[in-house]
């Protein structure tokens, strides 16, 4: 066990709150489970830390555009995949 597992803060541990950061996000968590994120953000700096990070990455990829390309572009790209692909040993197993 890590350390962070057993550290417990307004009634979840580090680890769960890692694995509640999306839920929370996305404002899916019930009231009392958010409750409990709120105090454990509260007095655990990484934690609090670790979210905002989360928030800046979200902000940030949101206003990731991609660059159109052209028919035959793609085209050489999927056939380059394909080829590529193809030349693989199958894996045994």
Do not use: N
């Not at 057993?6 to 950061?21: H, P």
């Not at 996305?26 to 105090?39: G, H, S, T, V």
């Amino acid at each position: 066990m890590s350390t962070w597992d057993g550290v417990d803060f307004g009634g979840i541990t580090c680890r769960e709150f890692v694995e509640l950061v999306t839920e929370y996000l996305e404002d899916r968590l019930a009231a009392d489970a958010r409750a409990r994120f709120d105090q454990h953000v509260a007095v655990c700096p990484g934690c609090a830390r670790y979210l905002d990070q989360i928030r800046v990455s979200s902000r940030l990829l949101g206003r990731v555009t991609l660059d159109p390309i052209s028919p035959q572009s793609r085209d050489q790209l999927r056939d380059a995949f394909r080829s590529w692909r193809a030349d693989r040993p199958e894996k045994e197993t």
